[in-house]
């Protein structure tokens, strides 16, 4: 598979955050039953990089919520008070 093919497939798929556990499941499942060292690495390399996508997606998520906290300012009542 070339570099353009799968870019597209990253921007294709779009995990739910249930489809993640269920595959993180999937993951720690195989490490704990493969007797093949090599393999177990390997399942343990994709579950630490889907762990630090997800957490790399809830740290913009609060960050925008941070940034859209809810207060707004209306100045064009201010000339009221005068």
């Not at 779009?14 to 399942?43: C, G, P, Q, W």
């Amino acid at each position: 598979m070339n570099m353009m093919d799968q870019e597209e497939v990253r921007e294709a798929v779009n995990f739910t955050s249930h489809d993640v556990i269920i595959i993180e499941r999937a993951l720690r499942t195989a490490m704990k039953h493969d007797r093949e060292e090599h393999r177990s690495r390997d399942y343990q390399e994709v579950l630490f990089k889907m762990q630090e996508s997800a957490n790399q997606a809830l740290m913009v998520s609060a960050q925008i919520t941070s940034e859209h906290d809810g207060l707004r300012y209306d100045y064009d009542d201010s000339s009221d008070l005068m």
